[in-house]
């Protein structure tokens, strides 16, 4: 990984999360709209710790989407598959940061994107564009754009960061993280219980 890239680490699995793991989850929820076949990515649009966007993959509004179509829409014209690089213009869908950017409710300047992938070279300029200062991704995606963006973001003074938060840190959150205090909370302890029994043979 490039050393400009900061690398956050996961807080203890029982901790209260932190801002960038508590945005990180959303968008990372945010993704399960996405209404693409090949690929499932969120994003949310921070400013002064208070999300301004979010935004998930797939057809603009007024067309169908390629779950609505029962294709993939790239690869009917292309007949490649859809990694194939050589025509991205034919892609139906827009870009989980571009929809935040998009759709957002506040100026973006000086705000941090969150975003489950690491944004394509189309978003950066996007991104940069909007005077988005920092930029927290989860995974990294396409190798071919990689550099070409991230050169973008130094030339920027973009700050990226990766936090590559774990499944157990996830479900941590959600059901047993800063509980101890709490005298009522979302979930009972014989729920918890239920959750734990649950993912033993899984952990």
Same mark, same amino acid.
């Given at each position: 990984?490039?050393?400009?890239?900061? *690398?956050?680490?996961?807080?203890?699995?029982?901790? +209260?999360?932190?801002?960038?793991?508590?945005?990180?989850?959303?968008?990372?929820?945010?993704?399960? &709209?996405?209404?693409?076949?090949?690929?499932?990515?969120?994003?949310?649009?921070?400013?002064?710790?208070?999300?301004?966007?979010?935004?998930?993959?797939?057809?603009?509004?007024?067309?169908?989407?390629?779950?609505?179509?029962? =294709?993939?829409?790239?690869?009917?014209?292309?007949?490649?598959?859809? =990694?194939?690089?050589? +025509?991205?213009?034919?892609? &139906?869908?827009?870009?989980?940061?571009?929809?935040? *950017?998009?759709?957002?409710? &506040?100026?973006?300047?000086?705000?941090?994107?969150?975003?489950?992938?690491?944004?394509?070279?189309?978003?950066?300029?996007?991104?940069?564009?909007?005077?988005?200062? &920092?930029?927290?991704?989860?995974?990294?995606?396409?190798?071919?754009?990689?550099?070409?963006?991230?050169?973008?973001?130094?030339?920027?003074?973009?700050?990226?960061?990766?936090?590559?938060?774990?499944?157990? +840190?996830?479900?941590?959150?959600?059901?047993?993280?800063?509980?101890?205090?709490?005298?009522?909370?979302?979930?009972?302890?014989?729920?918890?219980?239920?959750? +734990?029994?649950?993912?033993?043979?899984?952990?």
């Amino acid at each position: 990984m490039d050393s400009y890239i900061k *690398i956050i680490t996961e807080s203890a699995l029982e901790a +209260r999360p932190t801002w960038d793991e508590y945005f990180l989850k959303i968008a990372i929820s945010i993704a399960s &709209r996405a209404s693409c076949f090949k690929v499932h990515a969120g994003s949310v649009l921070v400013k002064d710790n208070r999300i301004i966007g979010t935004g998930y993959n797939g057809a603009p509004c007024g067309l169908k989407s390629c779950l609505e179509l029962g =294709m993939c829409e790239k690869e009917k014209i292309t007949g490649k598959d859809y =990694m194939d690089k050589s +025509r991205p213009q034919t892609c &139906r869908g827009m870009h989980s940061e571009t929809n935040a *950017i998009s759709y957002s409710i &506040r100026e973006t300047d000086g705000a941090t994107l969150y975003a489950t992938i690491f944004p394509c070279n189309d978003c950066t300029k996007h991104i940069i564009a909007n005077k988005i200062k &920092r930029v927290v991704f989860k995974n990294f995606y396409n190798e071919n754009e990689y550099d070409v963006a991230l050169n973008k973001f130094k030339e920027a003074g973009v700050e990226v960061c990766n936090l590559n938060i774990s499944f157990k +840190r996830l479900i941590a959150i959600d059901f047993f993280a800063a509980k101890e205090n709490a005298n009522f909370g979302i979930w009972k302890e014989d729920e918890r219980e239920e959750v +734990r029994e649950f993912l033993s043979p899984h952990l």
